[in-house]
């Protein structure tokens, strides 16, 4: 069975300032792949970042990046210089094996940028 | 390119009723899914397909069927809802491993 523990229910930012959000999993898989989606107030799910098990660099999508730290079984989104619409539901999420399953949710970190 | 549509937004059902949710992509994916979001709680999967014709339970699939009739449809139905039915109701779909496209949702209410 796999599962991911967001251990942060939510958190409190200045705007400008970097964010780590924490995301810990487990599996006992060797090939899995991480995700990580926001959801803002209007419900959307809107796909941020994803990092394969394999990949030898951590991922990075403009302001994103995921801190990929395999041998502690961690996958942190660090959000650079925040934003007020940052503010949102963040779900750190983990898909197992080779196959086309679906994905395994975190609980979410709900974040508010203040200004 | 209207990406993945779900329909209706809305719906107030009473206990017992029946209804079904529809799903549809138009990026020619193979996989489409579905999953429920409580509140407190992340997304939970409830069935999902590989392909056309192809079916599979996920976490949480008592109380729902699911047909994939044609490649860009994936269908959710509820035989008989029940209060604990009350939830968001997300569709997925995806054309590889890495990649996974949300609907905007439909809220589900069960009185």
């Known amino acids: 069975a796999q599962k991911i523990t967001q251990t942060q229910p939510g958190m409190f930012v200045q705007e400008k300032e970097a964010v780590t959000l924490d995301c810990t999993y487990d599996?006992?898989?060797?090939?899995?792949?991480l995700f990580w989606y926001k959801q803002p107030s209007s419900g959307e799910m809107i796909f941020l970042i994803y990092?394969?098990?394999?990949?030898?660099q951590n991922a990075t999508e403009g302001r994103y990046s995921l801190n990929f730290q395999k041998a502690r079984k961690s996958a942190n989104l660090v959000i650079s210089a925040s934003q007020l619409g940052d503010s949102a539901m963040y779900f750190c999420a983990m898909r197992s094996g080779g196959g086309a399953d679906g994905l395994t949710f975190g609980k979410g970190t709900h974040l508010i940028i203040q200004p | 390119n209207a990406g993945v549509t779900q329909t209706p937004k809305f719906r107030v059902l009473k206990t017992g009723q029946s209804m079904t949710l529809l799903c549809a992509q138009d990026?020619?994916?193979?996989?489409m899914y579905w999953y429920r979001q409580d509140p407190g709680m992340g997304l939970r999967l409830i069935h999902y397909?590989?392909?056309?014709?192809?079916?599979a339970k996920g976490e949480v699939p008592d109380g729902y069927n699911v047909s994939r009739l044609k490649k860009q449809n994936f269908l959710l139905g509820l035989e008989s809802a029940a209060p604990s039915q009350t939830s968001v109701y997300f569709c997925?779909?995806?054309?590889?491993?890495?990649?996974?496209?949300f609907g905007p949702g439909t809220r589900l209410t069960v009185t």
């Open positions: 997925a779909s995806g054309g590889n491993y890495y990649e996974q496209y």
């Open positions: 990092q394969g098990s394999y990949d030898q």
């Open positions: 599996t006992s898989d060797p090939s899995y792949g």
């Open positions: 990026m020619n994916h193979e996989y």
């Open positions: 397909s590989v392909g056309e014709g192809t079916t």
